[in-house]
């Protein structure tokens, strides 16, 4: 069975751009995770997805969003881009909604903004 | 707030030898989920061990065992053996059913060196 899949690998974007970021979960789990990773800031829970609905958001302001797929599939959405955005975007599916579930991460996104 | 705390950034341990990797935490919630992730170096991380709070049996996974002191708010790693596999980022991390949602709350991480 694929593993979790993440694309770009490895983005590079100006401040003040919005970016895009895909992740495909392992077939048959219908929630999705992310998270964004920075030496700073260690790893930070944005939101997860179950069945096409945002089930919590993290402490991130409203220029980071996202949504899911009927497919399961997620993508997030980073507007007016600062600096500070700069990190490795993972994302992590799961089959279901209970916590004590296993997460099965993707390799991630690095995104640099210059 | 929801925090978890690894005091030691990184830890080095000799081939075969035994490591044990700290973590506490604080929550009032009396049901959690703690759990142990590994992220080796360009690669993807992975589970290595997990706990329900309500267990006081301590799990174990082969070489890696949790001391899970639920009073004290501790959940330490030992890896028995080590490999130079082992030599990753371990993160401690926790989740609460009460939220509805899967999110995980990790710490900042240890890095493991395994010295041959």
């Known amino acids: 069975k694929a593993g979790v899949t993440q694309t770009p690998r490895y983005l590079i974007k100006t401040r003040g751009q919005q970016v895009t970021l895909s992740c495909s979960p392992i077939s048959g789990h219908r929630s999705v995770s992310w998270y964004q990773q920075t030496p700073g800031q260690g790893l930070q829970f944005l939101f997860e997805?179950?069945?096409?609905?945002?089930?919590n958001k993290g402490n991130f302001p409203g220029r980071f969003s996202g949504r899911q797929f009927s497919n399961s599939r997620s993508e997030m959405n980073v507007s007016t881009l600062e600096l500070g955005d700069s990190a490795l975007y993972l994302c992590a599916s799961s089959t279901d909604a209970f916590s004590y579930n296993e997460q099965f991460f993707g390799p991630g996104t690095r995104l640099t903004v210059l | 707030a929801q925090t978890v705390t690894q005091s030691q950034p990184e830890m080095s341990v000799q081939e075969a030898e035994t490591v044990t990797l700290s973590c506490t935490y604080d929550t009032s919630e009396s049901d959690y989920y703690l759990f142990w992730y590994k992220q080796p170096p360009s690669r993807q991380m992975i589970l290595v061990i997990r706990?329900?709070?309500?267990?006081?049996q301590n799990a174990t996974e082969n070489r890696f065992s949790v001391n899970f002191q639920k009073a004290a708010k501790s959940f330490s790693l030992k890896i028995s053996d080590s490999q130079l596999g082992d030599a990753a980022m371990y993160f401690c991390a926790y989740s609460f059913p009460q939220t509805g949602a899967n999110n995980l709350f990790f710490g900042t991480g240890t890095r493991l060196t395994v010295i041959p």
């Open positions: 997805y179950f069945s096409e609905t945002q089930r």
């Open positions: 706990q329900e709070a309500y267990k006081q």
